[in-house]
Nanobody, 127 residues
Framework: VQLQASGGGLVQAGESLKLSCEIL????????MGWSHQAPGKQPELVAR???????YYLDSVKGRFTISRDGTKNTVYLQMNAMRPEDTGVYYC??????????????????????WGQGTLVTVSS
């Protein structure tokens, strides 16, 4: 199982950016999915999370500006970032709680639910 993140780039303050994260591989089930932000010199911090039934959680600093969504048909999670600020600068990592599917010949079984992380995508917001 791999998470492939994309969409980062350079924007000016007040502009928007949309990140995508596609889950690749054999999957039995996907539980919660989310995005973490690592500002320069700091630890990663969860900024948004979405459950399988669509419930969302946002860090206070991004409420009203960021929107997380998921497309179950594409195994993809998105982060729409609006009204961006210089403090939004950093690397964004997608994360998903996944039960992988392990197959040996025709026999398949689900594996334990594990946290999987994407490679990170860099976002820079200039003032």
């Amino acid at each position: 199982v791999q998470l492939q993140a994309s969409g980062g780039g350079l924007v000016q303050a007040g502009e928007s950016l949309k990140l995508s994260c596609e889950i690749l591989g054999r999957i039995y089930a996907i539980n919660s999915m989310g995005w973490s932000h690592q500002a320069p010199g700091k630890q990663p911090e969860l900024v948004a999370r979405i459950t399988p039934d669509g419930r969302t959680y946002y860090l206070d600093s991004v409420k009203g500006r960021f929107t997380i969504s998921r497309d179950g048909t594409k195994n993809t999670v998105y982060l729409q970032m609006n009204a961006m600020r210089p403090e939004d600068t950093g690397v964004y990592y997608c994360k998903a709680d996944i039960a992988p599917l392990h197959c040996s010949g025709a026999a398949c079984r689900d594996g334990p639910t594990t946290d999987y992380w994407g490679q990170g995508t860099l976002v820079t917001v200039s003032s």
